[in-house]
């Protein structure tokens, strides 16, 4: 099996677009670039994104100028709502988001002010009704095509993942939150919906988010998760989990868990390996990060170095009883079966045969820094 394509950033984590946060308040921008012939749309129905091609399915992309699905009308449509309670989904049948604008040489890109230029990029999800302003016969043509489905979408390029992680991660959370966490009214999208207003316009009700000066509760959630493989100071040995949830494969991992309130990302990769796996480690650094979309986390990865004395590196897995085993591996026997590993499949092992984390995975190549690390340690890298 080919590698995914990668260009250096982690699966999910591949920036094509310059997101021009600063101009999405902009409603001549948002106006102009929602119009341009260069524009792309990446449509979504009911939260899901669809491919086409039957030999060699894509990512659907839409502009104003496709011959088969008439995307100018929808747009036509949305823009006299935009930035009002009458663009919420269950109103307009549409949660529309702007993506940011990709570099391109071409002559008849999209340009703002003298500053800014690039084909824009949305991402639509089509949610109709009875009575929504857009109607479900208009997306006959749309309606034909596939979902996507995630098994798909790791066999795509990192750059085409990327974007529909983007797009998947807005559409999700505009899709989930209709009331205002401050006074329970509706809410509505703005700044090209990229963050939601409380809709109450009654003053004399007091809405501790509309009111606030400064807030971040109407904004997309991220939630954080701390990803950290264990390895000794030396890098010799590392320590992978093999999982209850993985009742049913022979998969060997790093540790993960969500991020807590006020926890630095240190302390809560200590926690998660403490409980887990019994391991004293104190010693965290950060090695990378991935978006992932299912529904809305960054994976914070991590490595967790512990100076074995008898005592910090001892597995205790009766804590909070998540792990069905984890075993201390010798690096130079993950760095043999590393070599043979193509990303997925089994990986044989002296003891028995495991399975890795596939290479989408940040689990995968924080198991690898570990071996890098090692070989680095012996001057082979
Ligand atoms: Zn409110």
Redesign the pocket.
């Known amino acids: 099996m080919e590698a995914v394509v990668r260009t250096g950033a982690t699966f999910f984590g591949y920036e094509s677009l310059n997101r021009v946060s600063f101009l999405r308040n902009d409603v001549e921008f948002v106006r102009k670039s929602l119009q341009h012939k260069s524009t792309v749309f990446v449509p979504f129905v009911q939260g899901e994104a669809l491919v086409r091609g039957q030999e060699e399915p894509e990512l659907c992309l839409l502009t104003l100028q496709d011959g088969w699905f008439p995307m100018a009308r929808v747009v036509d449509k949305l823009l006299p709502v935009l930035n009002s309670q009458a663009a919420r989904v269950v109103e307009s049948g549409a949660n529309l988001t702007f993506l940011g604008l990709k570099s391109s040489d071409g002559d008849d890109v999209f340009q703002y002010r003298s500053s800014y230029s690039g084909v824009p990029y949305y991402a639509v999800d089509f949610r109709t009704s009875g009575g929504t302003l857009i109607q479900a016969a208009e997306l006959e043509p749309l309606l034909q095509c596939a979902r996507v489905d995630r098994k798909l979408i790791f066999e795509m390029s990192n750059e085409t993942a990327s974007l529909y992680s983007h797009a998947k991660m807005y559409l999700d959370w505009l899709a989930k939150y209709h009331f205002?966490?401050?006074?329970?009214?509706v809410?509505f999208p703005v700044d090209a919906g990229t963050k939601m207003q409380?809709?109450?316009a009654d003053r004399s009700?007091a809405?501790?988010?509309?009111?606030a000066a400064v807030n971040n509760v109407c904004f997309p959630r991220t939630d954080p998760v701390v990803i950290v493989a264990i390895a000794t100071k030396d890098f010799s040995r590392i320590c992978l989990a093999h999982s209850k949830r993985w009742v049913h494969d022979t998969l060997y991992s790093t540790v993960a868990g969500f991020m807590e309130p006020a926890e630095t990302v240190e302390q809560a990769c200590s926690r998660e390996i403490w409980e887990e796996t019994g391991i004293r480690c104190r010693d965290i650094t950060l090695v990378s990060t991935q978006p992932w979309p299912y529904p809305a986390n960054l994976m914070i990865g991590c490595v967790g170095l512990v100076e074995p004395n008898g005592v910090d590196e001892k597995i205790n897995l009766s804590h909070d009883n998540e792990l069905m085993d984890a075993q201390w591996f010798d690096v130079e026997e993950v760095i043999e079966a590393m070599d043979r590993y193509d990303g997925s499949g089994v990986v044989k092992f002296k003891k028995s045969d495991i399975t890795f984390p596939g290479s989408t995975a940040i689990a995968f190549h924080l198991i690898k820094f570990v071996c890098d690390r090692y070989k680095r340690s012996l001057g082979s890298l």
């Open positions: 205002c966490p401050g006074c329970g009214s809410m409380c809709g109450n009700v809405c501790n988010v509309r009111d």
